[in-house]
């Protein structure tokens, strides 16, 4: 019997059952057609060598018996073909009601066919060890299973960029490979290869698309990220609501040993993670987990069970020292699966600061929160993109020159009706998604191509003082890209000052300090800006290699109002000057103010009483009208 190809079909196809049960499923539609194509494609495979053996040992003495087995492993080709239809159709619809409606109609033709099969004539032929069937039942067949596999291909085709490009690619070369062997098979009877080219193909889909390997983490055997997204998508899908948990932890010990000591707490965790019903666990990243409770009703119960395990088990699960959670409720205060991990990330960035282990639970108001900045983040993106980006700049005066000598470039945007949008609202924004690093140049830019352009130094000016955020300060290319862009234009680095603040410098001090001394050896100056917020202000002035300090404008305001801040700001002047640095003093808005910061001996005043942050064209104008000593009424 010429079965060899048959055998080795359902070998591959009983290792791949076998090694799928090994691993928990998520109940994916996907997964699930997967799991009937094997189951399918196996029992195609097993009448396909039922009916050959049949045919050798039955066909005598059980011809009628013969018969039908050939016909139903017929009728397992037309199956199958509708069963890969069918799995195809799970990626583009995914959900449920669609898919039942799918498979209903699908159901109905095959049943239909299988009629058909049924009643016509079928030949059954043996020659020696080679044994095939033929006539009007066999035609029937090929024409009903290739009408199946030509709608898959022309399904996939047109539906391409709703589903996942690579299930299409797999599909296709799937049914191109089947099609080529029952192409084979047709023209050559004695070659039996539609079922163990079947089998292949499934084995393709498995290591390509279905290997549950790719939705596990190796180290935990928790679900991981891919998984989540998947599972997440189903259940909006689907319109099953749900509950969600999110817990990461600050271990508190150093850089080098985060890595190894995260796995291990992870590990800790999945091992010892109590078994909650209806609830699935997501490693998502070394020091974060997310948890989906199916009944949200049960949600809060199984919330505390999870924070109690953690709270007591810190010390066995690796010496955790801190952990966080945030809770979703109800999954229907968002859209979808790809909002819901979008609000999860936001809350957490929301938390960072929080220091000790706390508890976050999300509402209405905060993810309208969120939508808010989402829209704000869009905003900034086409403003960067149609060059609605615009700088102002605050004169600086000298108190020594009688004159102004720099000033602050500030960013500002406005929206497409014209109207300037409050840089607080997208400031926040786009240092939490990274937008602030290509902001920053694009002030530092309009800064470098303005001071060109209008030569600023013949209006007096030294220097033009830039804001470098947090984010800006822990970026390890600052200096290659300003340095870039100075060159770009020509100017000299002694006419650019860059800001920073003590938040920047606790932040990323190693890589802030590595910026400003390639920075600094190229000739730019740096000031440390909102001296008087911090804790540590003259721990820094000592450690950062800055040449002016800036008094925020609360401790210059201060002055005046408390007899304890003015002892506090004669001692920090007389310090930083001691150290032959340079002070601004900001936020100075009448003359009596101005009059005693110039007789405390600050050496740049900076506020609304000289002038408010000008556009381009209006500074210069300002500029030009005070190219002498600057005189105001109070």
Known sequence: MNIQAQMCGIILLVIMILFYMRYESLRLSTQI????????????????????????????????????????????????????????CTDVYGVRKK?????????????????????????????????????PAVLAT????????????VFTIRMRRQGNPRRGQVILFWMGMWFAAALTQFLNNELL???????????????????????????????????????????????????????????????????????AVMLAFAKRLPKLAHTRVFKMADDEVWMIFEQPEQAWSNVEKIQSFVEYGRRELGGMAQAAFTFMPDSALVNDHQEMVHLMQYARWKNRDHGASNFKKVDG?????MRQEKSMEQMLEEAMKEDRIEVFYQPIYSTREKRFVSAEALVRMRDRDGRLVPPGSFISVAEANGKILPLGEIVFEKVCRFFTRESLEQYGLHYIEVNLSVVQCGYSELAEDYIGIMEKYQIDPHYINLEITESASMAAKKTLLENMRRLMKYGVYFSLDDFGTGQSNLNYIVDMPVNIVKFDREMSQAFF????????????????????????????????????????????????????PLPEAEFLAFLQENDKEFVKDA
């Not at 090929?142 to 291909?153: L, M």
């Not at 304890?564 to 007389?574: P, T, W």
């Open 365 to 369: 108001d905060f993810v309208e929160q």
């Open 99 to 135: 898919m039942m409606r799918v498979a209903a109609a699908g159901c109905s033709i095959f049943l239909a066919e299988c009629v058909v099969i049924a009643c016509l004539p079928i030949g059954i032929y043996k020659m020696g060890r080679v044994v095939y069937t033929a006539g």
């Open 33 to 88: 057609a997967f799991q009937v194509l094997m189951a399918g494609m196996l029992l195609c495979v097993f009448c396909d060598m039922l009916s050959i053996w049949a045919i050798v040992r039955l066909l005598l003495d059980h011809r009628a018996a013969v018969l039908v087995i050939c016909k139903i492993y017929l009728m397992t080709i037309v199956l199958v073909s509708l069963l890969g239809f069918i799995y195809e």
């Open 142 to 153: 090929y024409a009903f299973a290739g009408s199946f596999v030509v709608s898959n291909i």
């Open 561 to 612: 109002r408390d007899d304890k801040a003015k002892y506090v700001m004669n001692a920090a002047m007389q310090m930083i000057h001691g150290m032959k640095l340079k002070i601004v003093s900001e936020g100075i808005e009448t003359k009596d103010q101005y009059l005693a910061m110039e007789e405390l001996d600050i050496d740049y005043i900076q506020g609304y009483y000289f002038s408010k």
């Open 193 to 263: 290869l539609v079922g163990y080219a079947g089998a292949l193909g499934v084995m393709v889909i498995f290591f390509r698309l279905e290997n549950p390997e790719y939705l596990t983490d190796r180290l935990t055997g928790l679900f991981n990220q891919d998984a989540l997204l998947l599972y997440a998508k189903k259940l909006y899908n689907n319109e099953n609501r749900f509950s969600l948990l999110t817990i990461w932890w600050n271990l508190g010990i150093s850089q080098a040993d985060d890595e190894a000591r995260e796995q």
